[in-house]
């Protein structure tokens, strides 16, 4: 088993900027990459992005117009997923997952973070 | 990008019997140097992160049920569940990982009737 623990429920108001964290054992941020999905309110998963045990990063450029930062602090074993300027339509449950090394499917899951946007 | 369109949005199948779950990707997400599909199928149960059931399109996951499987081509696949149980009520997400950025099917809700 491999616990993914993360940080607790935000509440924002738009053109804020939120920061999650995902903490394991150390050994996973420099074996696999890490990757984020949200979840807006009784709605499908949607990809954000991933790191990589070298520390590059991919995010979905195009859907979230560089507003996501994916960074690691390999001392704490811990990752973390900053937004920046956060729109109603931020509103989710962001999940840190493990890619187990296969190319991108997600095995270990964290228990969900809600963030909310509201004025 | 590439898209996923899963079919059908809903399904209610009676407990014993098969349920067939199918999930289109825009492009191909067979890659050619391994001959693998790229393609993961999750369950999702309220409240609960999803759980990974099938990679590579049909290599279950290691403690998932053998009532559960998946198949598929290049571009089309199936997720089935050869006898519903009543846990299985749930909704099925496919999912690319092929190229990013990854991509989800919009989900299916599996039911009882």
């Known amino acids: 088993q491999v616990h993914l623990v993360q940080s607790g429920a935000e509440v924002k108001k738009p053109g804020a900027s939120v920061k999650v964290s995902c903490k394991a054992p150390?050994?996973?941020?420099?074996?696999?990459?890490i990757h984020w999905v949200r979840q807006a309110p009784g709605q499908g998963l949607e990809w954000v992005g991933l790191?990589?045990?070298?520390?590059?990063?991919?995010t979905d450029a195009q859907n979230f117009q560089g507003r996501v930062t994916i960074t690691r602090d390999t001392s704490t074993s811990t990752v973390y997923m900053e937004m920046s300027s956060l729109r109603l339509e931020d509103t989710a449950v962001y999940y840190c997952a493990r890619d187990p090394g296969y190319g991108g499917n997600l095995d270990y899951w964290g228990q969900g973070t809600l963030v909310t946007v509201s004025s | 990008d590439i898209v996923m369109t899963q079919s059908p949005d809903s399904l209610a199948v009676s407990l014993g019997e098969r349920a067939t779950i199918n999930c289109k990707s825009s492009q191909s997400i067979l890659y050619s140097s391994d001959n693998k599909k790229y393609l993961a199928w999750y369950q999702q149960k309220p409240g609960q992160p999803p759980k990974l059931l099938i990679y590579w399109a049909s290599i279950r996951e290691s403690g998932v049920p053998d009532r559960f499987s998946g198949s598929g081509s290049a571009t089309d696949f199936t997720l089935t569940i050869s006898s519903l149980q009543a846990e299985d009520v749930a909704v099925y997400y496919c999912q690319q990982y092929y190229r990013t950025p990854f991509s989800f099917g919009q989900g299916t809700k599996l039911e009882i009737k």
């Open positions: 790191i990589k045990p070298s520390g590059d990063t991919e």
């Open positions: 150390g050994y996973i941020f420099t074996t696999y990459h």
